[in-house]
């Protein structure tokens, strides 16, 4: 219901307050559930202590954590008796106010004749404005019963006090203050008829037998009542008409009616100001009504809704702490120098635009501090902090505008915004590039690769000659067709293997015709020679060269050999841009493990930053051998330096690290994994 409540006051952010007990925290958890629903963010969660002396209780801690938290909207679910010391305490901090918005529960409702002033019969000051919900109650014969015996204990059928002056002045306390705050009560006579309708159904109805609970949590194994579900289940069927409404349940276990008064605690008197309940206005989802005609009175007789917005900064002027840290925080030294009254134009990087783009949203003024000792905050020896840290708590500035990375034991000395990135701790070292080769051109393939383009080469010369020979196609094959076609006497000749005539009327020698074709000369001839060097020229891409095959086997093999020519180039200039591109890193250590395993390569971060701190509380038997053997440094630029320059591995934040290697000379890289995260 208050989850609901803020979100019709249009509150997006609250302060909680609860009890360490059943009552208050499972409130706690109800309101955590539905306030993530409709996007309520909690600033604050403070719990209080149960105490046998609750008008003495110390609540001035959780008070000064409310107030640090900016909130104005406080819901408070606590038990009975505790809100006064509570709100007294916040009217002495000023949480008390127009401004402020204080929502309780019924837990304080229902103890509002504690918070009468005992002399005025008034609500005192810090009381008045108070809101809260409280179970609604129905007028019937069975209320005006219990309203009876609460003023008559002894003469009814009811008792709740033994004392009955005490009680009869509680009832009328009660009757003058506006409100029936007897809700606990009636609840309580409901609770009641409930289990005895259950057992009357069980016992009397349906003649079960039913034991008496022997239940026993420290016992081992621990003994549970066994009739506990059956008797849950007949509680969930029982249906009734109350005295604060009808009694029904779902399937869940929850009241199917259920109806809420919203109150206003006023100068002498708590009025209804409107009410909750599912079935109202069921068709717009809205299920809170507002009495228009009796409207809210908040703390100062004031009717204008508190709002959960901070206070505005408007016109104010605040002092930002900053220290140099790329691409964050950049500082023109010079530009100090020649600018000692007006060095805000002398900064530069990603925090000085943050704080640009919110002065301009919140139309407030500010001025830079550097940090005295060039350091974010990290603690001393004797518990004390330096750096930016020292400044905010000694007040020197307001707002630490940095990087500030986060960790536990900063979290537990100031507070954080909101994370603008996300990073971690990593590892950078100097790149190592490769010696020159002179046969840098063969590192694109393997020698395996080269050993097979080799072969693959020679044995396509193979072949090609092969099939030249073998083919009739081919240049022997059509000098052997043409000798058996030739019908001169020399052909005759040689197919008879004769020696030939010198007649003169023998026809044109067909054979002598073939040989002097200039299209078959000897550079055409397809020989080992000429083949190979067809190859070489192919495998090279230079062309035209003498030598093609004619035969069609002979030119089936070269073009195979063309299609592997195309993927191997291919695949070769694509491997050599990469190999010239992207030099070779040459690096033994990519783990902590690694790291600690050698005494070659020293290692180390800057004192004093979150790296430190992060590997000082660390606990892995790794990272405790990395800080005990680390030589820190005395800033990042010093560390980057020995970084590049020396066999050095730098611990630092990894957006930091990440801007240093992408700037000139470019000569770091990051190694191993990320050890921490943080914003």
Not at 15 to 27: C, E, T
């Amino acid at each position: 219901i208050n989850a609901e409540y803020g979100e019709t006051m249009q509150w997006n952010s609250v302060a909680l307050i609860s009890s360490m007990d059943s009552y208050g925290i499972n409130g706690l958890t109800t309101f955590q559930r539905y306030s993530n629903r409709r996007k309520i963010k909690i600033l604050a969660n403070e719990m209080i202590p149960l105490s046998n002396d609750i008008d003495n209780i110390d609540v001035s801690k959780q008070i000064h954590n409310l107030k640090r938290s900016e909130s104005r909207i406080f819901i408070m679910n606590v038990h009975s008796g505790y809100a006064r010391p509570i709100l007294k305490k916040a009217q002495e901090a000023g949480l008390i106010g127009p401004q402020y918005a204080w929502v309780v529960t019924d837990g304080t409702i229902n103890d509002a004749h504690n918070l009468l002033n005992t002399t005025s019969k008034r609500f005192e000051g810090y009381v008045q404005g108070v809101v809260g919900f409280l179970p609604a109650s129905t007028n019937s014969v069975a209320k005006e019963r219990i309203r009876l015996a609460l003023r008559n204990p002894l003469g009814g059928g009811l008792t709740i006090n033994d004392d009955e002056e005490e009680e009869n002045e509680t009832s009328v306390h009660l009757e003058s203050i506006g409100v029936d705050l007897r809700n606990r009560a009636y609840l309580t006579y409901d609770s009641v008829w409930v289990v005895a309708m259950a057992l009357k159904t069980v016992m009397h109805e349906d003649h079960l037998d039913i034991q008496p609970p022997q239940v026993d949590f420290w016992s081992t194994p621990v003994r549970y009542y066994n009739e506990g579900k059956m008797l849950l289940h007949y509680m969930l069927e029982t249906s009734f008409q109350g005295v604060t409404s009808k009694i029904q349940f779902d399937s869940k276990g929850g009241p199917v009616s259920k109806k809420y008064d919203l109150v206003n605690f006023r100068f002498k008197k708590i009025v209804k100001v409107g009410e909750w309940s599912p079935s109202i206005n069921l068709e717009s989802g809205e299920r809170l009504f507002l009495n228009e005609s009796e409207p809210i009175m908040w703390n100062g007789r004031v009717t204008d809704v508190p709002t959960s917005a901070v206070r505005s900064l408007k016109g104010r002027t605040l002092r930002l702490g900053i220290t140099q840290e790329a691409p964050f925080i950049k500082i023109d030294r010079n530009c100090t120098l020649k600018n000692p009254n007006n060095t805000n134009l002398c900064y530069s990087g990603l925090c000085i635009e943050l704080i640009e783009k919110l002065s301009q949203q919140l139309e407030f003024e500010y001025v830079f501090i550097e940090s005295v000792d060039r350091k974010f905050g990290s603690p001393e020896p004797n518990g004390s902090w330096n750096g930016l840290i020292k400044m905010l708590l000694d007040g020197d500035i307001d707002v630490g505008a940095v990087n500030f990375a986060m960790n536990k034991a900063r979290e537990r000395a100031i507070d954080f915004s909101i994370p603008f990135i996300n990073t971690g701790l990593v590892m950078t070292t100097k790149i190592k590039e490769a010696k020159s080769d002179p046969f840098f051109w063969t590192k694109p393939f393997d020698v395996d690769l080269w050993y097979a383009i080799l072969a693959f080469a020679v044995l396509m010369v193979l072949l090609i000659w092969l099939y030249d020979h073998m083919s009739p196609f081919g240049f022997y094959g059509r000098r052997m067709h043409a000798a058996l076609r030739c019908s001169c006497k020399s052909c005759e000749a040689f197919r008879c293997n004769k020696e030939p005539s010198g007649s003169d009327d023998e026809d044109e020698c067909l054979f002598e015709t073939r040989l002097c074709d200039p299209s078959e000369n000897n550079e055409e001839l397809m020989n080992v020679g000429n083949s190979l060097w067809m190859i070489a020229a192919c495998l090279f891409s230079i062309g035209p060269v003498e030598g093609v095959p004619r035969n069609m086997s002979g030119r089936v093999i070269l073009a195979m050999w063309w299609f592997m020519i195309l993927i191997v180039t291919a695949m070769y200039t694509a491997n050599l841009a990469a190999f010239l591109t992207v030099t070779r890193m040459e690096n033994g250590i990519n783990s902590i493990a690694d790291l600690i395993s050698q005494d070659k390569v020293k290692w180390g971060t800057v004192n004093g930053t979150n790296a430190q701190i992060l590997l000082q509380a660390a606990k892995a038997p790794d990272l405790v051998e990395v800080y005990r053997r680390m030589q820190t440094v005395n800033s990042a630029e010093e560390g980057f330096k020995k970084a590049r320059e020396e066999e050095y591995i730098f611990f630092y934040g990894g957006a930091i690290v990440a801007f240093e290697a992408n700037s000139q000379p470019c000569n770091l890289q990051i190694i191993g994994e990320r050890l921490f995260s943080f914003g």
